[in-house]
């Protein structure tokens, strides 16, 4: 159902699960900036919260995360104390402000962790900020996980999980470094359903070195057969430049651009077959899911954890590198961990770089999100900068999308196309080829 225009997907672009993007960050916003931004969250405001974990048993060639080896009993401690006493920090900075309906693990893996560590976490955060049920989410390595694992979940109310699946392909694991049996996968999702998750996500990739389409729908075939709630289809983005990790994949062997569109084709069109309904560009969710049903009623976001129904203005970070994002400001906190650790076992607010958003920045942060949501965007005060027309005109004259009274929506053909027509909205993106993964 996609038609592939090659010279509309050359230039390398963000993916945009925030405006301005982290590309924008630097030293001129960070914990001061932070503490103000605290500090005006209102009594009642919804707030959500992001806890990262940054450590893995094992670590995967591809992978983008800032994550290290789950290898030394002391260094995960260590961390815990730090998450611990920034945890405290942020919420004595609250005051007691702010309602917390959401709370996401990430990481690398949460499930690094022991499980008493997590439950121990998660009675850090009830006690440290206003919350009643808030949703809980997290995010989980099946070559780490145990029935344990799925006890302590089922304890502590989680009801949505994401899985590091990629592909279930055995010589394609092993050229990225995660060889996961397909046993293994099926055992944690029967565990999860078994204590009480109700959503389970699969994260899957293309364009990964040595898969081709035939590769691809066999990877779609078990995933669906295991029928998870949710699933993300991304394009593998290869840029040993900036993860040297990378540099033990055989890029000789990786998809040209025309084969990876064609992988994405297929994705869309055998996920939609089986039942799913296409979110934004790389999403997908069955129909009941909160997800499709957010973005029938035009209430899809998207944040730093892709598309979402969840509409907090407030995300708050907790961990090394984790991001938190205000109506006028997105900040990340301290990298290096062992800056980090100093920073908050001092009682200090970690937060070392990120970008202020002025009004400009907020407005085409919007225009970005609605476009990428399937939203139909007010774009007429933007359409009179030098060449954005003439940018534009071929994704309208392909039918990729439509203009109608000053307002932009992507049609279905155009979905891959998205965040490339997102980027023609970014006040900020020059030639930064080396910066950013293909557009597809």
Known sequence: MWTYFPELLARPVPRYTSYPTAAEFSPAAGAIDQVEALEAVAPDQPVSLYVHIPFCQEICWYCGCNTGRANRAQRLSAYLDA??????????????????????????SPNA????????????????????????????????FTPDWAVALGEAGVSRASLGVQTFDPAIQAAIGRVQPRALIGETVAALRANGVASINFDLIYGLPGQDQAGLSATL??????????????????????LPRQRRIDASNLPGQDERFAMATLGHERLTAAGYEAIGFDH????????????????????????????????????????????????????????????????????????????????????????????????????????LRDRLAPFLAHGLAVLEQGGLQITPGGRPYGRALAALFDRYRIDQGQRFSTAI
Do not use: W
Not at 116 to 144: G, K, Q, V
């Open 221 to 242: 075939d078990e995933a669906i057969a295991l029928a998870p709630e949710r699933i993300a289809l991304f394009g593998y983005a290869h840029v040993p430049h900036l």
């Open 113 to 144: 962790l022991a499980p008493a560590e997590f439950l121990a976490l998660l009675a850090t955060l009830r006690d440290a900020f206003s919350t009643d049920r808030p949703i809980l989410s997290i995010e989980l390595d099946p070559r780490s």
């Open 83 to 108: 998450l611990t006493a920034e945890i405290r920090t942020v919420a004595t900075r609250l005051g007691g402000r702010g309602k917390v309906n959401r709370i996401a693990f990430g990481g690398g």
């Open 284 to 387: 997908f969710a069955l129909p009941d899911d909160a997800l499709a049903r957010a973005q029938r009623e035009g209430r899809l976001h998207r944040n730093f954890q892709g598309f979402t129904e969840d509409d907090a203005q407030v995300l708050i970070g907790l961990g090394a590198t984790a991001i938190s994002a205000f109506p006028d400001l997105l900040v990340q906190n301290e990298k290096n961990s062992g800056r980090y650790r100093m920073r908050a076992m001092a009682g200090q607010l970690t937060g070392e770089r990120g970008v202020r958003r002025d009004a400009e920045d907020r407005r085409r942060a919007h225009v970005i999100e609605d476009l990428l949501c399937g939203r139909i965007a007010t774009v007429a005060p933007f359409l009179a900068e030098d060449g």
